[in-house]
């Protein structure tokens, strides 16, 4: 019988496992995950989960009678070591060999470490899994005065989760604005200023020289310019790097992740990539793209899947990513890559927190971002895939309803 190998325990593996079945595959269906949790989301780690206000069991994909009952087997705790194209094997790290008819690897990333001196340092801490996300729970009581090194996603979040905590939060940014790459100046000072308004002490254009210690635990960060921040916890948030060993060491096509094509196809024959890992081509956008966030993990698998068995699937959503950090909450649709674009319209007013802001080239919407406005996410998707020619005064007007505007 035809066996279906799953590399990955997080949401990806969970959902494309979910697909497989829904989609005809009867045969074996193996899942290997180098934690011995089984398959979970990793948003809340950040956000609910992290502030206390959901509970350790919403965080899993899938109870644990589901695997059991859609004959889903599930090899926790169990690294993959290598990948034998040749023999179609996954060869573990504990000396067995699991064969397989098709592969899918969706093997995540991992948080880029801190290289300084003193990054081995007691409570120098990361986010990617649930225990990191309780030992930051731990840190975060009100008086500790918390550092977060990196004002991207992560560390603004996690930020935000100490703030509310009643820690003290010092932020270390090496760009003049957080989130300046990702979303450019206009928008980026909305959210330095949402965390100075919060008593976030944001330090711009900063190096980290050094993390020091008392007994092995970090005691301070000390900066290039010489200053010394005293932290009882620091955590780190500096970007992540996408798991491609497996694939490198097979010789698969790796740049800046797994290299597929728009149908999640990668180099080798029967091997397919999902998730954080994978550099996919996006028809729409007519590039390759590696999307770091919860809704390519959610929405690609199904179409690895359909892939896997013969059945024609294109991946062509647009990326989307959100963001919740005390009463700001944000979802982002499309892709501008820095510098793609020529201006930012706004409707509403960005100083009040509640507004749409669409990055425009020419007269056509590349991406839209909606902050405390609700339940306009597919309006905002067709201005972006119409491609069609859309007036700044229309986008501004919060007179004119979005699903108006296109003819």
């Known amino acids: 019988m035809n066996t279906f190998v799953i590399v990955g325990g997080g949401l990806a593996a969970a959902k494309a496992a979910e697909a497989l079945r829904e989609h005809g595959h009867n045969g074996p269906l193996v899942i290997i995950g180098d934690e011995s949790e089984k398959p ?74 801190l290289t300084v001196p003193g990054a081995d340092l007691d409570n120098v801490l990361y986010l990617r899994r649930v225990g990191d996300s309780e030992r930051l729970k731990s840190a975060f009581t009100a008086g500790a005065k918390i550092v977060v090194i990196g004002a991207g996603w992560i560390g603004l979040e996690t930020a935000a989760a100490a703030r509310m905590a009643g820690a003290e939060v010092t932020v270390l940014e090496h760009s003049e604005l957080p989130l300046l790459k990702v979303l450019g100046r206009e928008a980026a000072e909305v959210f330095a200023a949402l965390h100075t308004d919060h008593g976030v002490h944001l330090l711009p254009n900063v190096q980290v020289e050094s993390l020091t210690g008392t007994h092995g635990q970090v005691d301070g960060v000390r900066l290039a310019d010489g200053r010394h921040l005293a932290a009882d916890a620091v955590v780190v948030g500096v970007g992540i790097t996408p798991n491609v060993q497996l694939a490198q060491e097979a010789g698969l096509d790796v740049q800046n992740g797994i290299v597929t094509d728009e149908h999640l196809r990668t180099s080798a024959a029967d091997i397919y990539a999902a998730g954080d890992v994978a550099n996919a081509y996006h028809p729409r956008l007519g590039r390759h793209l590696r999307v770091e966030h919860w809704a390519n993990a959610l929405h690609q698998p199904e179409v690895a899947a359909l892939s896997m068995l013969g059945k024609d699937a294109v991946y062509d959503r ?33 100083s009040e927190r509640r507004f749409i802001a669409f990055w425009m080239a020419g007269n056509r919407v590349l991406a839209g971002m909606n902050v405390n406005v609700w339940d306009v996410i597919d309006p905002i998707r067709s201005l972006i895939t119409s491609g069609s020619d859309i007036d700044d005064a229309l986008l501004a007007d919060p007179d004119v309803p979005l699903d108006h505007i296109l003819p």
């Open 318 to 350: 647009l990326p989307y990513f959100y963001t919740d950090q005390y009463d700001l909450g944000m979802e982002y649709t499309g892709y501008t890559k820095p510098g793609g674009y020529d201006r930012v319209v706004f409707r509403g007013e960005p």
């Open 40 to 113: 979970y989301i990793r948003p809340p780690l950040s956000k609910g989960y992290l502030l206390g206000k959901e509970e350790r069991d919403s965080i899993f994909v899938h109870p644990d009678d589901w695997y059991r009952e859609h004959n889903v087997e599930l090899m926790l705790d169990t690294p993959a070591r290598t990948v034998d194209i040749r023999a179609r094997q996954v060869h573990l790290d504990d000396g067995r060999q699991v064969s397989y008819t098709k592969l899918l690897l969706a093997t995540g990333s991992s948080p880029r470490r």
